[in-house]
């Protein structure tokens, strides 16, 4: 449980993450979505005392994040994959991370193994590649095996394995109860991963609420129907609150009405119905929809 | 190269239970941490072994290079003072090994970015900071001592064949070899506070060798040209000139330097109040870096 209220950071006259309070519930994967810039990793470094907020506070499980004793236990996170000496072995960075807290060689060699790092373990990590990286930092997290994981952008430079290995850990490790906290700008990722999501945009929450919920709120819903009466049936709904658009000459795009209310109508004056489709808007078109205002680098297509 | 996952995570009951009993955050194991992460790199085992390497070879070149033929028996206190010198010559040199290691230690963490792990797992920060001091401190001294020690005894049968017999035993000669690992451990530790104040090699670096070797050359050209007591008072109390007091013998001018003047307002300082001055200026450093270090966002 990862419980943030009235957070503000300002770096010089910038403030990245203005007055924000959420909570961030155990036994669900959450996850924090927004633009580059919006105050996510910001947020995130906060959480675990990387930097002090101006004003509003962060705890975890009830206490600041220092003020634990046993804090790898507490929270795991993987804040920046970069944040390892390059001259020192994987190994080696996992061993003296986990000393710190009293933890061995065994659960080192577990975390490697977990994270398939086992070949490249005695490697100075100088030499790894982005998706390495992330894989150690990812170890690294889990050295604690800890109650609260934080994963900023985990899935930044990981293959089509390793991504949906990490979707398979976080959901299992929610599913054990752990407050799973992750970040990306991988809208179709998250859809796939998130329980909730919190979105944010230069520095405030946009959204804080179920997935599901957050594409209802951000297109509502729109049903695809094919059929050879196309006039007739929309002629039939002219009278409701529907929208209606003519994709082709026997599809129709009809929003503002469930798929059970048009196919009962069409049942009633007889219209013949080859397809009745409910369409749910991706993660991207509502993401988007919900951000457009608040994106700080546009960037122009075209001109 | 390919990297292949297990088919699952699997953070079992008992597993977790093994893990979760026996781990605790404590200031024993965060030093037993940064001394894994001292071992665990390359730079820094060079750098001890450029520092043993120093110390002996300056020694032996002494030591051989050394000729008493023809002249009349040297007394004792010259007896002791060169085995001193030849034991510590290597110092000058060693001494910017040991800032060098002192600054890299800190600003490494902070160039590479390996300083947010190490706050994730120290949250408190100040027990990192002491840990990787302590940790320092006592390899640099061990390093230290371990080879003006070792040149002692290798140079001592070529300095038996010159008419200078060992002394290693005498009381003073032990207080100035300890006193030499000694100034080479506060050395590093000046550097230390540097790097974690200025969070950067090269800025800790320039600092700390400009401390050393810049301002006293400074200083005594000021003092040369000014006959300024204030300059000469201000200059006994560097580092490097206030630590020096901590590996010689009577009043250094056997050093080849230029003879202690003495007058009533010039301060003359003695080995312990060398070594006190030292460890103020190490001290108020790592005041400051503490303050900076709570206080700073990682």
Same mark, same amino acid.
């Given at each position: 449980?990862?419980? $943030?209220?009235?957070?503000?950071?300002?770096?010089?006259?910038? &403030?990245?993450?203005?007055?924000?309070?959420?909570?961030?519930? =155990?036994?669900?994967?959450?996850?924090?979505?927004? =633009?580059?810039?919006?105050?996510?990793?910001?947020?995130?470094?906060?959480?675990?005392?990387?930097?002090?907020?101006?004003?509003?506070?962060?705890?975890?499980?009830?206490?600041?994040?220092?003020?634990?004793?046993?804090?790898?236990?507490?929270?795991?996170?993987?804040?920046?994959?970069?944040?390892?000496?390059?001259?020192? &072995?994987?190994?080696?960075?996992?061993?003296?991370?986990?000393?710190?807290?009293?933890?061995?060689?065994?659960?080192?060699?577990?975390?490697?193994?977990?994270?398939?790092?086992?070949?490249?373990?005695?490697?100075?990590?100088?030499?790894?590649?982005?998706?390495?990286?992330?894989?150690?930092?990812?170890?690294?997290?889990?050295?604690?095996?800890?109650?609260?994981?934080?994963?900023?952008?985990?899935?930044?430079?990981?293959?089509?394995?390793?991504?949906?290995?990490?979707?398979?850990?976080?959901?299992?490790?929610?599913?054990?109860?752990?407050?799973?906290?992750?970040?990306?700008?991988?809208?179709?990722?998250?859809?796939?991963?998130?329980?909730?999501?919190?979105?944010?945009?230069?520095?405030?929450? $946009?959204?804080?609420? =179920?997935?599901?919920?957050?594409?209802?709120?951000?297109?509502? &819903?729109?049903?695809?129907?094919?059929?050879?009466?196309?006039?007739?049936?929309?002629?039939?709904?002219?009278?409701?609150?529907?929208?209606?658009?003519?994709?082709?000459?026997?599809?129709?795009?009809?929003?503002?009405?469930?798929?059970?209310?048009?196919?009962?109508?069409?049942?009633?004056?007889?219209?013949?119905?080859?397809?009745?489709? =409910?369409?749910?808007?991706?993660?991207?078109?509502?993401?988007?929809?919900?951000?457009?205002?608040?994106?700080?680098?546009?960037?122009?297509?075209?001109? | 190269?390919?990297?292949?996952?297990?088919?699952?995570?699997?953070?079992?009951?008992?597993?977790?239970?093994?893990?979760?009993?026996?781990?605790?955050?404590?200031?024993?194991?965060?030093?037993?941490?940064?001394?894994?992460?001292?071992?665990?790199?390359?730079?820094?085992?060079? #750098?001890?072994?450029?520092?043993? #390497?120093?110390?002996?070879?300056?020694?032996?070149?002494?030591?051989?290079?050394?000729?008493?033929?023809?002249?009349?028996?040297?007394?004792? !206190?010259?007896?002791?003072?060169?085995?001193?010198?030849?034991?510590?010559?290597?110092?000058?040199?060693?001494?910017?090994?040991?800032?060098? *290691?002192?600054?890299?230690?800190?600003?490494?963490?902070?160039?590479?970015?390996?300083?947010?792990?190490?706050?994730?797992?120290?949250?408190?920060?100040?027990?990192?900071?002491?840990?990787?001091?302590?940790?320092?401190?006592?390899?640099?001294?061990?390093?230290?001592?371990?080879?003006?020690?070792?040149?002692?005894?290798?140079?001592?049968?070529?300095?038996?064949?010159?008419?200078?017999?060992?002394?290693?035993?005498? %009381? !003073?000669?032990?207080?100035?070899?300890?006193? %030499?690992? %000694?100034?080479?451990?506060?050395?590093?530790?000046?550097?230390?506070?540097?790097?974690? /104040? *200025?969070?950067?090699?090269? %800025?800790?670096?320039?600092?700390?060798?400009?401390?050393?070797?810049?301002?006293?050359?400074?200083?005594?050209?000021?003092?040369? /040209?000014?006959?300024?007591?204030?300059?000469?008072?201000?200059?006994?109390?560097?580092?490097?000139?206030?630590?020096?007091?901590?590996?010689?013998?009577?009043?250094?001018?056997?050093?080849?330097?230029?003879?202690?003047?003495?007058?009533?307002? /010039?301060?003359?300082?003695?080995?312990?109040?060398?070594?006190?001055?030292?460890?103020?200026?190490?001290?108020?450093?790592?005041?400051?870096?503490?303050?900076?270090?709570?206080?700073?966002?990682?």
């Amino acid at each position: 449980m990862i419980e $943030i209220q009235g957070l503000t950071k300002r770096y010089g006259a910038k &403030t990245a993450v203005d007055n924000i309070t959420a909570t961030i519930r =155990p036994g669900l994967v959450t996850g924090f979505l927004g =633009p580059n810039g919006a105050g996510k990793s910001t947020t995130m470094r906060t959480i675990i005392g990387l930097d002090r907020p101006d004003s509003g506070s962060v705890t975890v499980n009830g206490k600041q994040y220092a003020q634990h004793h046993n804090p790898m236990h507490e929270v795991g996170a993987l804040l920046d994959a970069k944040a390892i000496h390059t001259g020192r &072995t994987a190994y080696n960075h996992l061993l003296a991370m986990g000393a710190t807290h009293g933890i061995g060689k065994a659960r080192v060699n577990e975390v490697i193994a977990m994270t398939g790092l086992e070949s490249v373990a005695k490697k100075r990590v100088g030499g790894f590649s982005l998706g390495m990286g992330q894989r150690l930092g990812i170890a690294a997290a889990l050295l604690g095996d800890p109650q609260t994981l934080i994963l900023d952008e985990p899935v930044n430079g990981l293959d089509p394995e390793g991504v949906m290995w990490v979707r398979k850990l976080t959901r299992q490790l929610a599913s054990e109860g752990r407050t799973i906290f992750l970040s990306s700008h991988l809208m179709s990722e998250m859809a796939q991963t998130a329980d909730h999501l919190i979105v944010l945009g230069r520095g405030r929450i $946009i959204a804080d609420a =179920p997935v599901s919920e957050i594409l209802a709120i951000a297109t509502g &819903t729109a049903v695809r129907v094919r059929t050879p009466q196309a006039a007739e049936l929309a002629n039939r709904l002219s009278g409701s609150d529907a929208t209606i658009t003519s994709i082709e000459g026997d599809v129709l795009n009809i929003a503002g009405l469930a798929s059970a209310q048009i196919g009962e109508a069409a049942a009633q004056s007889g219209i013949v119905l080859h397809e009745l489709t =409910p369409l749910s808007a991706s993660l991207e078109d509502a993401y988007l929809e919900l951000t457009q205002d608040d994106v700080e680098y546009h960037s122009e297509v075209s001109r | 190269m390919t990297t292949t996952t297990l088919e699952a995570p699997q953070p079992s009951g008992a597993q977790n239970a093994r893990v979760q009993g026996a781990t605790r955050l404590n200031f024993a194991r965060v030093v037993r941490s940064e001394w894994i992460k001292l071992r665990t790199l390359r730079s820094t085992l060079w #750098l001890f072994a450029i520092f043993v #390497l120093l110390t002996v070879a300056f020694g032996l070149l002494m030591a051989v290079t050394f000729d008493t033929s023809g002249g009349p028996a040297l007394d004792t !206190e010259t007896q002791k003072s060169f085995t001193v010198m030849v034991a510590t010559l290597g110092v000058s040199f060693t001494q910017l090994v040991a800032a060098v *290691l002192g600054v890299l230690i800190v600003s490494g963490e902070y160039t590479t970015g390996m300083i947010r792990s190490t706050f994730a797992a120290v949250p408190k920060r100040l027990p990192a900071f002491f840990a990787k001091a302590f940790v320092l401190a006592l390899a640099t001294f061990v390093v230290s001592l371990g080879s003006i020690v070792a040149t002692a005894l290798i140079t001592a049968p070529i300095l038996a064949g010159q008419g200078v017999e060992g002394q290693l035993l005498d %009381g !003073e000669v032990m207080r100035a070899l300890v006193g %030499g690992a %000694g100034y080479l451990t506060l050395v590093a530790l000046l550097a230390f506070g540097f790097g974690a /104040i *200025l969070r950067n090699s090269a %800025g800790g670096i320039a600092t700390v060798l400009g401390l050393i070797l810049v301002v006293p050359t400074v200083l005594g050209i000021l003092a040369a /040209i000014t006959q300024a007591v204030w300059v000469q008072n201000l200059s006994a109390f560097l580092p490097s000139n206030a630590g020096a007091l901590m590996y010689a013998i009577g009043d250094g001018s056997f050093m080849g330097g230029p003879p202690v003047p003495t007058g009533s307002d /010039i301060i003359t300082l003695d080995a312990t109040q060398g070594f006190l001055v030292l460890v103020a200026w190490v001290v108020v450093l790592f005041i400051a870096a503490a303050a900076l270090i709570k206080r700073r966002d990682a």
